[in-house]
């Protein structure tokens, strides 16, 4: 479900050839559909609605400010996991009181900044952390709100690198732990127990595990209510997964229907943070050919994006779909689309169907909305691509391409030597 359509043979962004935007802004690009993010925050505003939860948007998804302020437009909080990304939500105009905080390693300067301006809760994964916001709220003369962080050891079914919710994780409070500290929590008068936290995974596309999750959180939150009358609300995490082949569903009824009753029963304020199902279909990254070259029998189409741009490929083995943003003819065969970093895992796609291509043909990788501009490095000294939001028939850049110059900010070919 995205607004990105072919007209014609050609690639549109809602309204707008793509190979307009790419004349106007150059190689490569990212280029988000401002029609499928809020389509998409609207289905599972929708999907939820019996339970009117709380969506706090995981910024680390994507944390374009054009696209934080959609949403903050919209109506949704946000879910971050540094003090850059806190800034960058106020920046873009969302609300601190629709912050929450998450995060394994915290720092004092980070949780100093987040109860100075005020976000509404934390999220705790440990007990030395826990003792830390205390002891800063505690200095400030303030009251910080927490929310236990519970590893609830569920296999969530997903690729290993982005599952955070077994026991062997780094991620959140096993629950006989989570249980003693909120124990502890009676009587602290500088921190307050208000809520209860799970996330087990990212791009989820089965729904038991997610019901396993939240059962146990569930019960473990009713228990830990008898001792905190303060603890309100339960956050379900993000994680629901997206398609990123062609005609994969993306079901988030099925996610809704058997989640929403356990939720309802439960009388708890519901909260969730969810990155890619709201941005990863609302993006795609446009890349040109550079050249072709056959290596025995292999082919590969070498364009300008590269693993740099968009890591997924070479870190995950992802799978993103490539096609030609125009309709070039021809018999399609078998290649590899690469870039031209200086790296054999530099791949965006392996062994795809695709037309002969010339030199300045465009191609475009889907579903690069989540965990790709903001993945981006500048490995080999590239530029970061420039991002484009499409808004019906009209494009405007929300951020512009990195320049040369600004990869050497800071850097100088002469140390500043101190004396030891
Ligand atoms: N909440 C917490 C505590 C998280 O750690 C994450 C993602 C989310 C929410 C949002 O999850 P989502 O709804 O987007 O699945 N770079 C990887 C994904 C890393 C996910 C990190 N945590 C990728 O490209 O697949």
Known sequence: MDDFVRRDGRLFA??????????????????????????????????????SPKIRYAVKANG?????????DEGAGFDVVSRGEIHRVLKA????????????????????????????????ESEAELEL??????????????????????????HKYISTGQKESKFGLDIDRAQRMAGWLQGRDAVRLTGLHAHIGS???????????VTKLLALAK???????????????????????????????????????????????VHMEPGRVLVGNAGLLVTKVIFEKRSGDKRFVICDAAMNDLIRPSLYGAFHRVEPVGNPPGDSSLADIVGPVCESGDFLAKDRELPPLAPGD???????????????????????????????????????????EELMRGESAQAQWCDA
């Open 223 to 269: 228990r830990v209510r008898e001792l905190h009358p303060t603890l309100t609300s339960v956050n379900i995490g993000g994680g629901f997964g997206i398609h990123y082949r062609e005609n994969e569903a993306q079901d988030l009824t099925a996610f809704s229907d058997a989640l929403v009753p356990m939720l309802q029963e439960s009388g708890f304020e």
């Open 64 to 72: 374009n400010l054009a696209l934080l302020r959609l949403l903050a």
């Open 93 to 124: 105009g969302g609300l601190a009181n629709s912050i929450d905080f998450a995060g394994v390693g915290k720092k004092r300067d980070e949780i100093e900044y987040a109860l100075e301006v005020g976000i509404d809760m934390f999220n705790v």
């Open 203 to 213: 791009q989820i596309t089965q729904v038991q595990p997610y019901v396993d999750a």
């Open 133 to 158: 916001i205390e002891q800063v709220a505690r200095d400030t003369n303030q009251v910080a709100r927490v929310a236990l962080r519970v590893n609830p050891d569920v296999d969530p079914k997903t």
């Open 14 to 51: 809602e309204d707008v050839p793509v190979e307009t935007i790419a004349q106007a802004v150059g190689t490569p690009a990212y280029v988000y559909s401002k029609r499928t993010l809020l389509g998409h925050f609207r289905r599972l505003r929708d999907a939820f609605a019996a339970v």
């Open 362 to 404: 465009l191609l475009a990788v889907r579903s690069a909305g989540a965990y790709a501009f903001v993945m981006a490095s500048n490995y080999n000294a590239r530029p970061r691509p420039v991002e484009v939001l499409v808004d019906g028939d009209r494009f405007g850049i929300v951020r512009a391409r990195e320049t040369e």
